[in-house]
């Protein structure tokens, strides 16, 4: 680390606390955002000298709030502003913040500011864009990247999503019980999709994607740590973790996609996957399961196994079948098949999907995967016919190439044992 | 006369690094604990895991209360440690149980440790 880089790590540390405090102060997300962006500057300067104040936070709300109140009038009144040195010269500043701010007000703030990106009336991807500038304080730069649009398309995305939340009242009072509870399930499913859209990627953008899963991850520890006893945020956090830990071997030198079963296993992240098996430790103590703890629980399966022959299929089998009774859908049921053709044989697997047809036939990965049964079973003219479907399905180019190997496969038997 | 030297910092901050950050700062310790590897100077060095990995449990009162997260009061000082190998929090708990009930009174903060480097040996 550079010497002053320490001062972005502490910034960006106190983003997430700032920003919504700020936010509850101003009523309004642009003057918060402005004012915390002139308090981080203030605070290069500052803190380069003086060194960290004991709590940045404090720090950083009390400098932003003059100064939004300064820029407040000096475009309302054009009054000239008090010298600089007033201003970022606070050595103990926080102390005089103490009064307002108490562990619950930052935590309903927090939980507001999260809730606010993820208003139902935007969709996903205004979401995911809004937390991860506002929350995160991502650069408009670096999340176009991820989405791979332009930064003027980006800046016009965010720009909209902010008008709809402005326009939308947020009530800035403290939430009741209930009211709470639907907001941390609000924010949960929210950061669920910040870490799958930068998860579900391919060759080309994994690099300009993997940010997104380190928000996401930072994101539900955040949430994790304001609901430290609920058991379905432990859950979300340890899933997430889990996924990520596998990243350093999803792609090859090349950046191809290595397959779960191909992955080199001492390439995944010891540490992660220590905090993801911890935290399901302890969300399962709760007997309160919920399908964050129980997809966490899947990934745990995978986290756990020395190797892709040791993975216990028959446990992955039973709880994708509590999942399935979770939350129905087809494509649940589509995955719980995957484990039960290792758990059962490939015939159990294609009569489970079989009746799927109609629901997912223009799904790549059913007819990939269908493929695969037909391929175990030595079906091979119908393994074919059902990867051409695949991949004149298939979304990315890894997909198709994914595909493109089994086909291989097929034609040099005996070069590979069917998995 | 041995020594524990216990770490503390702002863990937003720490969980805040990159992974490039975090694996800079872990070679230039790894420089100072090879060092003292050499001198026989160093005994078992734990990196825990974030505090919402924390579970507490409360010895203060019948019967003991088992509350997720850290221990957070600050009336009570940091006495003293164990270090258990336990297949999970479940067995972890029955431990600290246990030794609660040898000594009632304040609180066990059970956290995982997230990396464990146990030296050679320590001249004591």
């Avoid at chain 1, 998860?199 to 740590?225: M, Q």
Wanted: aromatic share 6%; net charge neutral; with cysteine.
């Amino acid at each position: 680390m550079s010497d002053t880089s320490w001062i972005g790590s502490v910034i960006a540390a106190a983003r997430p606390q700032a920003v919504a405090a700020l936010l509850r102060y101003f009523r309004n997300l642009d003057t918060a955002e402005e004012a915390f962006q002139e308090a981080s500057l203030r605070a290069l300067k500052a803190w380069q000298k003086n060194g960290p104040p004991r709590d940045a936070a404090a720090w950083l709300i009390m400098v932003a709030r003059n100064a939004g109140i300064d820029s407040v009038r000096k475009t309302s009144k054009q009054d000239p502003l008090p010298p600089e040195d007033l201003i970022s010269d606070l050595s103990d500043v926080e102390t005089a913040t103490v009064e307002q701010l108490d562990a619950a007000d930052y935590r309903d703030d927090i939980l507001r500011l999260l809730f606010i990106c993820c208003h139902p009336e935007l969709p996903a991807t205004q979401q995911i864009a809004l937390a991860l500038r506002i929350v995160s304080g991502l650069s408009v730069k670096q999340i176009a990247r991820a989405f791979l649009v332009t930064e003027v398309a980006m800046e016009q995305r965010i720009t909209r999503a902010k008008g709809r939340v402005a326009s939308a009242h947020v009530p800035f009072e403290s939430p009741s019980a209930a009211d709470r509870a639907e907001r941390v399930a609000a924010v949960a499913a929210m950061i669920y999709l910040v870490f799958n859209e930068g998860y579900t990627t391919n060759v080309a953008d994994h690099g300009a994607k993997a940010p997104l899963c380190e928000e996401a991850i930072r994101l539900a520890r955040l949430l994790l740590g304001l609901y430290p006893t609920e058991p379905e945020i432990m859950g979300l956090t340890a899933l997430l973790l889990l996924q990520h830990a596998r990243a350093a071997a999803r792609f090859d030198a090349d950046g191809s996609v290595v397959l779960l079963e191909d992955q080199d296993r001492t390439r995944w992240n010891a540490k992660q996957i220590a905090e993801g098996l911890a935290l399901i430790d302890k969300a399962v103590r709760h007997r309160r399961p919920g399908p964050y703890q129980v997809q966490a629980a899947i990934a745990a399966i995978h986290a756990r196994a020395k190797a892709f022959r040791e993975t216990d299929w028959s446990e992955i089998d039973l709880l994708y079948g509590t999942l399935e009774r979770m939350q129905p859908s087809p494509v649940v049921s589509l995955n719980r098949a995957v484990a039960v053709a290792k758990a059962r044989g490939p015939a159990a697997a294609l009569d489970m999907i079989e009746p799927l047809a109609a629901k997912l036939g223009s799904y790549f990965y059913f007819h990939g995967a269908r493929g695969a049964f037909l391929q175990e079973l030595g079906r091979k003219d119908e393994a074919r016919v059902a990867f051409d479907r695949a991949i004149a399905l298939a979304n990315t180019p890894a997909e198709a190439a994914h595909i493109r190997m089994q086909i291989d496969r097929l034609q040099t038997p005996g070069a590979r044992e069917a998995s | 006369m041995q020594y524990a030297i216990l770490c503390y910092h702002d863990e937003k901050v720490t969980c805040a690094w990159s992974k490039e950050e975090d694996d800079a700062v872990m070679a230039k310790l790894g420089v100072v604990m090879e060092k003292l590897t050499k001198q026989g100077k160093l005994g078992p060095v734990a990196r825990l895991l974030p505090t919402t990995a924390a579970t507490t449990l409360r010895k203060d009162r019948e019967p003991p209360l088992v509350v997720d997260g850290p221990f957070a009061e600050t009336k009570e000082q940091l006495l003293g440690f164990y270090i258990v190998d336990c297949k999970n929090l479940d067995e972890a708990l029955e431990i600290t149980r246990e030794l609660g009930a040898a000594n009632p009174g304040g609180a066990y903060e059970i956290r995982p440790v997230g990396v464990f480097f146990d030296a050679p040996k320590v001249a004591s």
